[in-house]
């Protein structure tokens, strides 16, 4: 218990509707999340900023890419839709995926930008940077 009887536990911040946050600001982080041919829509259309994940279980580079966009879901206000190509191959065949790991940005449900391949960490964080602080919007 801290003074005047408020306790705290370390580690486990919280906003008030449940979800992660950043720091002392209370910014929502993203998540990562299983999406199908069937919820894809959905799953870009839910959330102002969606990195989609075109993925697949043989995929050597997609394995190595997994760890990367779980740590940028934990640290960022995006949300990682990760679609398993061998699965679910129809949104990847109309968006035009012709290899993977391939990486769709969608903002508001648009579209915003697009790259095929592994991605180190900072390349990557550079790249969503630079589309997300865009005053396009």
Excluded at 41 to 50: F, I, K, M, R, S
Excluded at 60 to 78: M, N, R, T
Excluded at 113 to 134: C, T, Y
Aim: proline share 6%; aromatic share 6%; hydrophobic share 45%.
């Amino acid at each position: 218990m801290r003074e005047g009887g408020e306790s705290r536990v370390l580690g486990s911040k919280q906003s008030l509707i449940g979800g992660p946050v950043n720091g002392d600001l209370g910014e929502m982080m993203g998540e990562v999340k299983t999406v199908g041919d069937a919820d894809f829509e959905e799953a870009v259309n839910g959330d102002e900023w969606v990195l989609v994940d075109f993925w697949a279980p043989w995929c050597g580079p997609c394995k190595a890419l997994g760890p990367i966009l779980e740590q940028i879901a934990a640290d960022s206000p995006v949300t990682i839709a990760k679609v398993n190509t061998d699965t679910d191959s129809m949104n990847a065949a109309r968006l035009g995926v012709r290899g993977i790991p391939a990486l769709f940005l969608f903002h508001n449900g648009k579209m915003v930008a697009n790259q095929a391949g592994m991605v180190p960490k900072p390349a990557l964080m550079g790249w969503l940077n630079q589309h997300m602080s865009a005053n396009d919007f």
